[in-house]
């Protein structure tokens, strides 16, 4: 039995050396040690060895058994590693991994979010009104007479039926108003459009938020009060904020606000950022007019209303000096807001 034992040994090492795939391994090791294989059928016959001889057969056995196996072991992970390195064959892991590109918010959204969010804090809620309006709510509404210059052609953008590009987002008052009955709190960011010659401080396209407060009570104080808190909330508290008289047709008194910028390398200076008063009465009838009811009645109602260009925001809060940039998309210029 001590022969057979060596001879199988002998027999399974130089097969398993002469292996040079998974399935060849696998056979030999099925072929070996397998129920049916030929080691195992040997050690049978270990129950005819005489008893003084058993230890000795047995030991046999055991070193052939470990032998074989170890040299199956070392075969398969020999494979392995060949396999390995042809499936890395060409690669380089020393090269630096690629990065993930992630996008970022665009600084009009950005600034966008950041107004809408202090104004609800404040108790505004969003409104939203059609970016093709009729002269009604652009400009009659709001008090402005036909031979008001915003409403020339040079300065408009008409369609053939009458309609326009709404020039501002003030036609969202008009067109909550008419859907609601005060108090009302609102909100309106949106695009505006205008036939400007395009140059670092004007687009055709830019980006307002209206506001309107309606209730019975409303005072001038509560208009500066809360668009005071607002500049301070947005760029800082520190910020200087002035009001300066001005005329819109559609509040009275009225103002623009401007804010004190202090840019790097250049010294200060005012900036104007919105347009606001208190609505004028005319606006009211007109919207009774509407409505065919008195709840906005003048006698009733006052309310605050105000302005203000969002693109113009974002230029002072980060110091964009030419507001072209942000259309043009060029990532060198987003990247920096990422
Ligand atoms: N609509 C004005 C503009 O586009 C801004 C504005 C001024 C809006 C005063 C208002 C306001 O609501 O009360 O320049």
Same mark, same amino acid.
Request: glycine share 8%; net charge negative.
């Given at each position: 039995?001590?022969?057979?034992?060596?001879?199988?040994?002998?027999?399974?090492?130089?097969?398993?050396?002469?292996?040079?795939?998974?399935?060849?391994?696998?056979?030999?090791?099925?072929?070996?040690?397998? =129920?049916?294989?030929t080691l195992t059928k040997v050690s049978a016959g270990m129950r005819d060895v005489a008893k003084e001889d058993k230890a000795a057969v047995g030991q046999l056995l055991n070193a052939a058994r470990q032998a074989i196996t170890a040299a199956l072991d070392s075969k398969k992970s020999a494979l392995q590693d060949i396999q390995d390195a042809e499936a890395l064959k060409g690669i380089d892991a020393t090269l630096p991994g690629r990065s993930v590109h992630q996008g970022s918010l665009h600084p009009l959204t950005h600034i966008r979010h950041e107004a809408i969010s202090i104004l609800r804090r404040m108790g505004f809620a969003l409104a939203d009104g059609p970016e093709i309006?009729?002269?009604?709510?652009?400009?009659?509404?709001?008090?402005?007479?036909?031979?008001?210059?915003?409403?020339?052609?040079?300065?408009?953008? $008409?369609?053939?039926?009458?309609?326009?590009?709404?020039?501002?987002?003030?036609?969202?008052?008009?067109?909550?108003?008419?859907?609601?009955?005060?108090?009302?709190?609102?909100?309106?960011?949106?695009?505006? $459009?205008?036939?400007?010659?395009?140059?670092?401080?004007?687009?055709?396209?830019?980006?307002?938020?209206?506001?309107? $407060?309606?209730?019975?009570?409303?005072?001038?104080?509560?208009?500066?009060?809360?668009?005071? $808190?607002?500049?301070?909330?947005?760029?800082?508290?520190?910020?200087?904020?002035?009001?300066?008289?001005?005329?819109?047709?559609?509040?009275?008194?009225?103002?623009?606000?401007?804010?004190?910028?202090?840019?790097?390398?250049?010294?200060? =200076?005012?900036?104007?950022?919105?347009?606001?008063?208190?609505?004028?009465?005319?606006?009211?009838?007109?919207?009774?007019?509407?409505? =065919?009811?008195?709840?906005?009645?003048?006698?009733?109602?006052?309310?605050?209303?105000?302005?203000?260009?969002?693109?113009?925001?974002?230029?002072?809060?980060?110091?964009?000096?030419?507001?072209?940039?942000?259309?043009?998309?060029?990532?060198?210029?987003?990247?920096?807001?990422?």
């Amino acid at each position: 039995m001590k022969d057979q034992i060596e001879a199988i040994q002998t027999e399974a090492l130089a097969r398993i050396d002469s292996a040079n795939d998974a399935k060849t391994i696998e056979d030999a090791r099925v072929g070996i040690l397998g =129920k049916q294989g030929t080691l195992t059928k040997v050690s049978a016959g270990m129950r005819d060895v005489a008893k003084e001889d058993k230890a000795a057969v047995g030991q046999l056995l055991n070193a052939a058994r470990q032998a074989i196996t170890a040299a199956l072991d070392s075969k398969k992970s020999a494979l392995q590693d060949i396999q390995d390195a042809e499936a890395l064959k060409g690669i380089d892991a020393t090269l630096p991994g690629r990065s993930v590109h992630q996008g970022s918010l665009h600084p009009l959204t950005h600034i966008r979010h950041e107004a809408i969010s202090i104004l609800r804090r404040m108790g505004f809620a969003l409104a939203d009104g059609p970016e093709i309006e009729d002269e009604f709510h652009c400009f009659d509404a709001l008090n402005t007479p036909e031979d008001h210059p915003a409403r020339n052609e040079k300065d408009t953008f $008409y369609f053939d039926s009458g309609k326009l590009l709404r020039t501002h987002t003030s036609s969202v008052q008009v067109r909550t108003m008419e859907g609601e009955a005060p108090p009302v709190r609102i909100i309106a960011p949106g695009s505006a $459009y205008r036939r400007d010659e395009i140059d670092a401080t004007h687009l055709s396209v830019f980006n307002q938020l209206e506001g309107l $407060y309606v209730d019975t009570d409303v005072s001038l104080g509560d208009l500066k009060g809360t668009l005071e $808190y607002f500049l301070h909330e947005l760029f800082g508290a520190e910020t200087e904020v002035r009001f300066r008289p001005h005329f819109f047709p559609f509040t009275e008194p009225s103002f623009e606000i401007d804010v004190k910028l202090h840019a790097k390398g250049q010294a200060p =200076k005012w900036i104007e950022v919105a347009g606001c008063g208190m609505v004028d009465p005319a606006v009211f009838d007109a919207i009774s007019g509407s409505r =065919k009811d008195d709840s906005y009645s003048p006698d009733k109602v006052t309310g605050f209303a105000f302005g203000m260009g969002l693109d113009r925001l974002a230029m002072i809060r980060w110091g964009i000096r030419d507001i072209r940039l942000l259309i043009e998309n060029d990532a060198r210029f987003l990247s920096q807001f990422a």
